[in-house]
């Protein structure tokens, strides 16, 4: 079965720095690579995905990189803020099978003012 | 985010008695999932069902019991608590990508 590893556990950064975490899979046949954020003492959202045609996907501060061939995805957060703070999770699934993800051990990002 | 919820959010229960967590979607997703977060461990997928009456088994089934009679219920059963099983149980349910979370149950077994 699927199995992802995701690096570092714990991440800290100026505000205003970028923060990279990284993430890899061992099912070649996994096609929708999704991140979740998760707020202290909240539920996780979905705050980017990526889907195996595309290799780089954007949406403001946030980026997803994926590399099919080394099995591996990023997420690049840029001008990071303290709200920013929060502990991030990736994860993989085949598209279109009901979203049954494995997910990442969770990154725990903390942005200092 | 109100269309999924999970009652109790907190129980304190003891070691061999059965409790039953209760996850409720307003959405008619057809998929529905359950999720045990432990530290170091992230997320990991105890039960899934893919309609009413389909369940299968995730990464840590053992212990636990399921049942989806209707497409918007999908209650978790610990038939037996044990201590290894004090943890924060997640709910989610999907369409098909995006898997929308319900607030957590804290489940405490003494």
């Known amino acids: 079965g699927e199995n992802v590893e995701q690096h570092p556990s714990t991440l800290s950064v100026q505000e205003g720095d970028s923060a990279v975490i990284k993430c890899t899979y061992s099912d070649s046949a996994s096609n929708y690579f999704p991140w979740y954020k998760q707020e202290l003492g909240k539920r996780p959202q979905l705050i980017i995905d990526?889907?195996?045609?595309?290799g780089e996907k954007k949406d403001q501060r946030i980026a997803v990189t994926l590399n099919k061939t080394a099995k591996h995805f990023s997420l690049h957060i840029t001008e990071t803020q303290p709200e920013d703070s929060a502990v991030y999770f990736c994860?993989?699934?085949?598209?279109?099978?009901?979203?049954?993800?494995?997910f990442g051990q969770g990154t725990e990002l903390s942005v200092k003012p | 985010d109100a269309g999924i919820t999970q009652s109790p959010r907190y129980k304190i229960t003891e070691t061999g008695r059965q409790v039953t967590l209760m996850c409720h979607q307003t959405?008619?997703?057809?998929?529905m999932f359950w999720y045990r977060q432990d530290l170091g461990h992230g997320l990991r997928l105890i039960y899934y069902s893919a309609a009413a009456d389909i369940t299968d088994k995730g990464e840590v089934p053992d212990g636990y019991v399921v049942s989806r009679s209707k497409t918007e219920n999908f209650p978790l059963t610990l038939e037996s608590a044990t201590r290894s099983q004090t943890s924060v149980y997640f709910c989610a349910s999907s369409e098909l990508d995006e898997q929308f979370f319900g607030p957590g149950t804290r489940l405490t077994v003494l």
């Open positions: 994860a993989a699934t085949l598209y279109n099978q009901g979203g049954k993800l494995i």
């Open positions: 990526i889907r195996s045609n595309v």
């Open positions: 959405w008619s997703h057809s998929y």
